[in-house]
Each structure stands twice: as C-alpha cells, then as structure tokens.
C-alpha cells in the first residue's frame, strides 16, 4: 500500500544573506555547483526558491533551520538534501556540545528526527543520516565529535560529485551519436554535490559535441525547469528551450528526440523509478514514440528495503501551490487541488539506469541487485 505524507507549508521566514568572504579570500560566485556552502562553522545554501533572479545565500546555524530549509525547497534534489542533512547533523553535534562536552550524544536525538521528517521520499536523506549515525555511535563518549563529523560530511559532499562524474561519462557512453533531449525537473548541479546526475550526463555528453539542443519541461508548480534547469545549462552555454509539461508528447511525435534523461528521488529493488510528478506521463509518451528513457541516480538513491515502487512513500504537499502563483491566486475560488510532487515510471518504461558502479539496461530486480553488489 503506498504510503502517502501530506504537508503544509510552513510559514516560516528565512534572512537571506549573500555570502560574505573575508577580504584575503576570493568570493564565490554563486554558481550550480556552489549550492551548498560550508563555512566557519555556519552552513550556506544558494536559495533555490528565487533562482534565476536572485542569487542568495541562506545562512544556517542550527538543525532546525537545516530540516526547515529542506522542508520549504531552499534546498531540493535528492542528493543535495542528503548532503545537506549530513552538515545538519554536524550543526546538531555543535549545538549539543554547546550546553556540555559530556552527554552530547542523548542531546542528538531529537534533532536527528527532526531531519529525518523534513522530507519522506528522498531516500538519500535517509541514507545519509545513517552514516552520520553510525559514525556517531562510533565515536567515544569523550570525544569531541565535530572534527570526525564534519570529516564525514564532507566526504559525503566529495563523494557525490566524483559519482557525479563517473555517471556522466557513462551516460554520454550511451547517447553515442549527436541527438536531442529532454529532460524533466532539475537534476543537475544544483539538486546534488555539484556537476548533476542527469544534467551531469548531458554536461559530459555536450563536451563531446552530442548534444544539438536540451528541452526542459518547466516542471511545474514549482517550474524547477524553467527557473533551475535552464539556469544551470546557460551558465554552461548548453542550447536549451523550455516546454509547457504537456507539449512533450508532441514534440516527440514530430522526431529528432534520442533521449529522455532524468534523475530520480527513489528507486526501489525492481528498477521502479520515483522522480518529480509529470515523469511518469512523459516515460508513457517516450515508449510510445520509440524514444529511450535514461535515469541517472548515484547508488544512495537505490532502496533495495522497497520490492517495487508500489511501496515508495510519495510526498504530497499543500494544494496552495496548485491554486496561487507568484503569492496570487489564479485558480477558481472553491476549486481544490491534488497535489502529489513525486511519481513513479515503471521499470518497463525505462531503458537505462546509470550509476556510479554501472549501467543496468532494461532494469529488473535481478540486473538492481547484481549493480548494487559490484
């Protein structure tokens, strides 16, 4: 039985800082792959919510403000908010040990739980959270954890981009002959460590002059396309032309389209993929029209605990995004609105998944399990 969450939004207001370096040190230009930011003891995020008109840095001093700031899509994308999560923990570490050096572990509780409930499809803010966790109940008593934390957290950081990389090159592998794509969402630097799952393979592919030009679905209501996407591939002066959601369909009919490339939010053991709502429609309209579906997930978003994406928790979150846009309302006083942020494209529909340990073409459970254990 899928497991459905329903949140509403929290009105909470977040001071937006540019983030300020000191005068020996060069300034970092917000940039996709400098979305998160650790600094001085403080967590600095690039605040999704405005791009591409403004580029601010959100500055974090606490758990708290970490597992709000996911919960409110300062930060968004799978791996982005497992990384996030992992300096979250290193801020809770901090905090614990403000109130006594002894102790500091029973203090972690509740704002490791509070994390844990900021977003429940991710899997790799689950993930990532037993890591630290583990390093944690390794740690003696004594000891001051923040070094060994920010250590590991840092590693997760590090870890996601290299695997970024190596699922760029093996996904431009695939593409092998200049074509053009289509993408949904944002999966790119911004929604991870740096570089970008499925943004990462058409990076690498671009640089092997096999990308003539990306479509990107606006993605709504969040319009991650439009305001995430095609921000990331102007900077990397990657052709790109945006779509209403519904015009996939026909723009594949008319031909010319190789590739369907996305990331994912979760896969479960059959190759079952959850990624943002209007994936599904569009993997429907690809095998229909004879194009090939690529998700490019690093292994941390495989949940081999979940048999088929039937189990996949699927957040929905307050209709109000639905109904208003730009802080108006636009739709009819009285109407209500269904509004789930995830899907789920079975494993049939999709060609390939890539990772950072290989390539499972026409993913099953049995091809999930032997790429898991490589």
């Not at 991710?122 to 037993?130: D, E, I």
Request: charged fraction near 20%; include cysteine; charge should be neutral.
């Amino acid at each position: 039985m899928r497991l459905v969450f329903r949140f509403k939004q929290i009105a909470r207001k977040f001071a937006t800082v540019t983030l300020k370096m000191e005068a020996q040190t060069s300034p970092i230009v917000p940039t996709p792959d400098h979305a998160i930011v650790w600094r001085e003891g403080a967590l600095f995020l690039l605040d999704q919510r405005y791009l591409p008109t403004r580029t601010e840095y959100l500055q974090l001093d606490s758990a708290t403000a970490v597992a709000d700031a996911i919960r409110q899509m300062v930060v968004r994308g799978a791996p982005a908010i497992g990384i996030t999560a992992a300096y979250g923990v290193v801020l809770a570490a901090m905090e614990a040990r403000s109130v006594s050096a002894a102790g500091w572990k029973g203090r972690m509780s509740s704002a490791l739980e509070n994390l844990r409930g900021a977003r429940p499809t991710a899997v790799n803010l689950f993930w990532s959270l037993q890591r630290m966790g583990d390093l944690i109940a390794r740690l003696p008593d004594g000891e001051d954890p923040l070094d060994p934390l920010l250590r590991e957290a840092r590693a997760v950081h590090r870890e996601d981009i290299d695997a970024n990389r190596k699922m760029g090159a093996l996904g431009a592998d695939l593409i092998g002959t200049p074509t053009r794509v289509i993408t949904h969402c944002n999966a790119g630097a911004l929604a991870t460590g740096g570089y970008g799952t499925a943004l990462g393979v058409i990076r690498s592919a671009h640089a092997r002059s096999l990308i003539e030009q990306v479509y990107a679905d606006e993605t709504r209501p969040w319009m991650q396309g439009a305001r995430l996407t095609a921000w990331e591939l102007l900077q990397d002066r990657i052709p790109v032309t945006l779509l209403v959601d519904g015009a996939a369909a026909s723009l594949l009919r008319q031909g010319g389209v190789g590739w369907v490339i996305v990331g994912s939010d979760r896969i479960a053991a059959n190759g079952d993929v959850a990624n943002k709502i209007g994936t599904y429609g569009l993997a429907v309209a690809a095998k229909h029209h004879g194009v090939k579906v690529m998700v490019v997930a690093p292994t941390s978003t495989i949940d081999m605990a979940i048999a088929s994406g039937r189990d996949i928790p699927i957040e929905v979150r307050d209709g109000e995004e639905l109904l208003s846009c730009g802080g108006r309302r636009v739709a009819a006083e009285g109407a209500e609105a269904w509004n789930p942020v995830f899907d789920v494209t079975p494993a049939s529909l999709v060609d390939a998944i890539v990772t950072e340990k290989g390539v499972a073409l026409s993913p099953d459970e049995k091809k999930m399990r032997k790429l898991m254990e490589s």
